[in-house]
């Protein structure tokens, strides 16, 4: 079983407001992934990290950003929080283990009214 | 660039129903392929996966090929439950000039009546 976790699980917010996505993971992953997922179930890759101190932006343009300070935490922070910014959020990480399969996080649903 | 497709769904069976979700995919190199489940309110967790040509991936009753001549990973159960409904993602992982990629699917709802 996938020892990764997320929180909050659910958050509603006030527009402006500055949020953190919290992500840990207890199995010493380098890489690490964040997703956002629309209603039509689509995923789009915002962030992602290989290791410490190391950060990249995704596929998908985000005005989120994301610090790698320790291998096991991956937060991802938004400054000021829009309506526009309504979705689920997935955490991921992976290592080679014969091949690159990814453990996922159970979600933040964020909305901002 | 590297992809993959599955088809649209919602795909809607009844108990005991065989069934299939198509996925083909474009890649460069020698991918690994995947196939994940997310179930309502829950992150995705894999369901199987293939290494190279002509691996089956197989898991909890659903079976996937990998088959490079067609360049496809569909996946199959022989009697699907009403547990099984859910959303499936494929997906394929390799790297492509030098760079690491993973590719998702748009994934594909199953719902399965009783």
């Known amino acids: 079983e996938a020892d990764i976790y997320q929180t909050p699980r659910y958050l509603v917010i006030g527009t402006g407001k500055k949020i953190t996505l919290e992500c840990s993971q207890t199995?010493?992953?380098?890489?690490m992934y964040w997703y956002q997922q629309d209603p039509g179930m689509e995923l789009h890759l915002i962030h992602y990290s290989y290791g410490v101190n190391s950060t990249e932006k995704g596929d998908l343009s985000s005005e989120s950003t994301v610090s790698r300070i320790r291998t096991e935490h991956f937060p991802l922070t938004l400054e000021s929080a829009r309506p526009s910014h309504t979705s689920q959020y997935l955490c991921?990480?992976?290592?080679?283990?014969?091949?690159?399969?990814?453990?996922f996080g159970p979600g933040t649903r964020l909305t901002v009214t | 660039g590297d992809s993959v497709t599955q088809m649209e769904g919602p795909v809607t069976l009844s108990e005991e129903a065989f069934l299939t979700i198509n996925c083909t995919y474009t890649?460069?190199?020698?991918?690994?392929l995947f196939w994940y489940v997310q179930y309502p309110g829950e992150g995705l967790q894999l369901l199987l996966k293939a290494t190279k040509a002509d691996d089956k991936g197989s898991n909890k009753g659903f079976e996937a090929t990998y088959r490079k001549e067609t360049t496809s990973f569909h996946l199959e159960k022989g009697s699907v439950q009403v547990s099984d409904s859910a959303v499936y993602f494929c997906a394929l992982s390799g790297f492509t000039s030098g760079t690491y990629k993973y590719i998702f699917g748009t994934g594909t709802r199953l719902k399965v009546l009783a």
């Open positions: 890649a460069t190199g020698y991918p690994s």
């Open positions: 991921a990480s992976s290592e080679y283990q014969g091949s690159y399969e990814q453990y």
């Open positions: 199995m010493g992953h380098d890489k």
